[in-house]
Antibody, heavy 122, light 105 residues
Framework: QVQLVESGGGVVQPGRSLRLSCAVS????????MHWVRQAPGKGLEWVAI????????HYADSVRGRFSISRDNSKNTLYLQMNSLSAEDTAVYYC???????????????WGQGTLVTVSS | VLTQSPDFQSVAPKEQVTITCRAS??????LHWYQQKPDQSPKLLIK???QSFSGVPSRFSGSGSGTEFTLTINSLEVEDAATYYC?????????FGQGTKVEIK
């Protein structure tokens, strides 16, 4: 079955960096676009970034563009989110999410990981 | 920008729930609905306005296109207590609605 397991969350000081990972299994990772979506405590969902199945296309939310970088290693079935210059506003649960349709880009999201909590605090 | 209404709804079991999602510009049918129960990850319910995702109970249905979309839950069950989000994929960056919390009376 499809599994998406995020890791790398924790407490980090403002201005510092953190890298999240998402290990996937149960599907052909290299054939699907992947997303990061976040949710601040007690708040709604916020879309963060997308990467195409082959890594050739990437897009970001305005709130993270220039600070965050999405990448993937298809040989390791792993998705990444490099987060730099973190601020308190980045405190959230970060979800790794799979697109439903093969080779699609910017479609519906059919499987979500359990999320990893990032807390930015001094 | 996606705007959901209402923000909160308290409904008795077996009644019908209707949630609206309005887009600030036409997005065709690139609108999807998710359910998130407390302390759980979101789950896909409806894709492209009206297509049910595999395994979703038939009491959930979606309609609409362009700028106005509706999620309907027929004969509400206790297990449907959750927050529901719409999500558009016609533009980048993508956006989610602010969410509608459904409480069981």
């Amino acid at each position: 079955q499809v599994q998406l397991v995020e890791s790398g969350g924790g407490v980090v000081q403002p201005g510092r960096s953190l890298r999240l990972s998402c290990a996937v299994s149960g599907f052909t990772f290299s054939s699907y676009a992947m997303h990061w979506v976040r949710q601040a405590p007690g708040k709604g969902l916020e879309w963060v970034a997308i990467i195409s199945y082959d890594g050739s296309k990437k897009h970001y939310a305005d709130s993270v563009r220039g600070r965050f970088s999405i990448s993937r290693d298809n040989s390791k079935n792993t998705l990444y989110l490099q987060m730099n210059s973190l601020s308190a506003e980045d405190t959230a649960v970060y979800y790794c999410v799979k697109e439903e349709t093969l080779h699609d880009y910017s479609g519906d999201l059919d499987f979500w990981g359990q999320g990893t909590l990032v807390t930015v605090s001094s | 920008v996606l705007t959901q209404s209402p923000d909160f709804q308290s409904v008795a079991p077996k009644e019908q729930v209707t949630i609206t999602c309005r887009a600030s510009q036409s997005i065709g049918r690139s609108l999807h609905w998710y359910q998130q129960k407390p302390d759980q990850s979101p789950k896909l319910l409806i894709k492209y306005g009206s297509q049910s995702f595999s395994g979703v109970p038939s009491r959930f249905s979606g309609s609409g296109s362009g700028t106005e979309f509706t999620l309907t839950i027929n004969s509400l069950e206790v297990e449907d207590a959750a927050t529901y989000y719409c999500h558009e994929t016609a533009t980048l960056p993508q956006t989610f609605g602010q969410g509608t919390k459904v409480e069981i009376k």
